[in-house]
């Protein structure tokens, strides 16, 4: 499995793109008119100011890099795990990596409410597989003995494959109520058979109703600042 920075970049790139609060009209400062940042210069260089002299380069809030992630808290089995902004809006999902019966690092899943809801889905997130996951026979999950329900995957990157869900109120609550979930994916060299993987519910609904209040307190910041954050945007790219 690829490393997790990785697999949060991707889950959170679409929050990140979508929201106009990191979007203007003309091109930013350090960007070029399309869109795209410069080369960046070569190691150990002053910059690309002339002169030799650097002007600095942005930074989080809180001294860390733009871009990388994080873990802001701890809830059970859950994470609340966040890309960091220049801003400090920074976009979090409930995240938990998922392991077979040998302990090994299999597959993850993330999830998110979004703010608004789309249409029935007040939730949405991502189930991301392995490479070598089946892809035709998609992802199936099951909350305690429930209706199990197959979703499809979207895309695969270098990282794994993305199935990208949205969630019901009735989901959500069947995560809150129940003690686990089952992932199951279909290894592409063994057809036949299936691997299960827990999906631990311990801390879900302590999780979710922290990361909703925080996704409530970014959405209101940034009205009365006259903006739209990136909460507001269902991820475009792996979700979340």
Sequence with gaps: MSSFR???ALALAGALAAAPA???????????????????????????ESGGLSMGEPVAPDGGQIGTPYVKEEHGDWDIRCIR??????PCQLYQLLKDADGNSVAEIALFPLVPPQDQA????????????????GVTM?????????????????T????RIGYT??????FKRGAKATVT????????????????????????????????????????????????????????
């Design 142 to 158: 099951q909350i305690d003995s429930g209706e199990p329900r197959r979703y499809p995957f979207t895309f695969c990157t270098e």
């Design 185 to 240: 994916i279909v290894p592409v060299l063994a057809p036949d058979q299936r691997i299960q993987l827990p999906v631990s519910l311990t801390g879900f609904t302590a999780g979710y109703d922290r990361l909703a209040a925080l996704i409530n307190e970014q959405v209101e910041a940034a009205r009365q600042a006259g903006e739209a954050p990136a909460a507001e945007a269902a991820p475009e790219a792996g979700g979340n």
């Design 6 to 8: 990785l697999t949060l």
């Design 85 to 90: 902004t220049p801003s400090g809006n920074d």
């Design 22 to 48: 990191l979007a203007q009209e003309t091109a930013p400062e350090g960007q070029t008119p399309g869109g795209e940042a410069p080369a960046a210069p070569a190691e150990g260089s002053p910059g690309p």
């Design 160 to 163: 794994g494959c993305f199935a």
């Design 122 to 137: 007040v939730a949405g997130g991502n189930i991301i597989s392995p490479l070598e996951t089946l892809l035709p026979a």
């Design 169 to 174: 109120e009735a989901d959500v609550n069947r």
